[in-house]
């Protein structure tokens, strides 16, 4: 016996179909829609772990998104109150949530701030350690280098020691906070070398760092304080 082998009509599949379509574009919506909320209620809460009174709250409109803002907000009497808001900020040419090395994405997430550094002398008026950089200051974004993700200090030829790394000394360092992502423990590949730093261009996205203008970088450094643990928080706004 033969099969039989029946064709729906066009009209008859576009019925079928076209239900199931919109409940797809409804969750993709409400999915996007649920990561914002997320990202607004959870990092408060991940604050709180990191025993945090003061952290950056960096936004951006979607993961792919180059620009957002940056707002600091610090805890008194047990709520969050912005001292800082609105500044215009460049990310990662990928958008944000870093998974790899290279990936050109900000990370997505919370995490703990570390000290301040620069190329230029001390701007005066920190609270946060500030250390001047040399041109034998690196850091390494080589996964292979058992010092991945490290900043070192060193006098010989980079060139000969590391497959890749970053120059310290330079422009957009001028003046900088280190982000203290991937450093606990140190994952081999999955990202280094993020900063708060000094932007090309308010249209020219980083490799992966938060970059502002120098005079927003130095109003907010100048507000930091170790004293409340600062934090940072990057995601995506509601």
Same mark, same amino acid.
Request: net charge positive.
């Given at each position: 016996?033969?099969?039989?082998?029946?064709?729906?009509?066009? =009209?008859?599949? /576009?019925?079928?179909?076209?239900?199931?379509?919109?409940?797809?574009?409804?969750?993709?919506?409400?999915?996007?829609?649920? /990561?914002?909320?997320?990202?607004?209620?959870?990092?408060?809460?991940?604050?709180?772990?990191?025993?945090?009174?003061?952290?950056?709250?960096?936004?951006? =409109?979607?993961?792919?998104?180059?620009?957002?803002?940056?707002?600091?907000?610090?805890?008194?009497?047990?709520?969050?109150?912005?001292?800082?808001?609105?500044?215009?900020?460049?990310?990662?040419?990928?958008?944000?949530?870093? $998974?790899?090395?290279?990936?050109?994405? $900000?990370?997505?997430?919370?995490?703990?701030?570390?000290?301040?550094?620069?190329?230029?002398?001390?701007?005066?008026?920190?609270?946060?350690?500030?250390?001047?950089?040399?041109?034998?200051?690196?850091?390494?974004?080589? @996964?292979?280098? =058992?010092?991945?993700?490290?900043?070192?200090?060193?006098?010989?030829? *980079?060139?000969?020691?590391?497959?890749?790394?970053?120059?310290?000394?330079? @422009?957009?360092?001028?003046?900088?906070?280190?982000?203290?992502?991937?450093?606990?423990?140190?994952? @081999?590949?999955?990202?280094?070398?993020?900063?708060?730093?000094?932007?090309?261009?308010?249209?020219? @996205?980083?490799?992966?760092?938060?970059?502002?203008?120098?005079?927003?970088?130095?109003?907010?450094?100048?507000?930091?304080? *170790? /004293?409340?643990? *600062?934090?940072?928080?990057?995601?995506?706004?509601?």
């Amino acid at each position: 016996m033969r099969r039989q082998h029946f064709k729906l009509p066009a =009209v008859v599949l /576009a019925v079928i179909l076209m239900p199931l379509l919109l409940l797809l574009a409804v969750c993709s919506a409400g999915s996007s829609k649920a /990561a914002a909320a997320g990202f607004s209620e959870s990092w408060p809460y991940k604050a709180e772990m990191l025993h945090s009174s003061q952290i950056i709250v960096v936004e951006a =409109v979607s993961p792919r998104a180059q620009t957002g803002r940056l707002s600091l907000l610090q805890k008194v009497d047990g709520q969050w109150i912005s001292i800082l808001p609105g500044i215009p900020v460049t990310l990662g040419s990928g958008g944000i949530g870093k $998974t790899r090395e290279g990936d050109k994405r $900000t990370p997505s997430g919370v995490f703990p701030l570390g000290s301040s550094f620069g190329s230029a002398a001390d701007p005066g008026g920190l609270k946060l350690p500030y250390i001047r950089t040399t041109g034998q200051d690196y850091w390494i974004d080589d @996964p292979h280098s =058992v010092q991945y993700n490290q900043w070192v200090s060193y006098s010989g030829n *980079p060139d000969l020691h590391w497959q890749s790394y970053e120059r310290l000394r330079q @422009p957009l360092y001028k003046y900088a906070v280190i982000l203290r992502y991937n450093d606990a423990p140190v994952v @081999p590949g999955k990202g280094s070398a993020i900063f708060l730093h000094i932007w090309k261009a308010e249209d020219k @996205p980083t490799a992966g760092c938060i970059a502002m203008s120098e005079s927003n970088l130095l109003k907010l450094m100048r507000l930091l304080d *170790p /004293a409340l643990s *600062p934090a940072i928080a990057i995601g995506v706004s509601g």
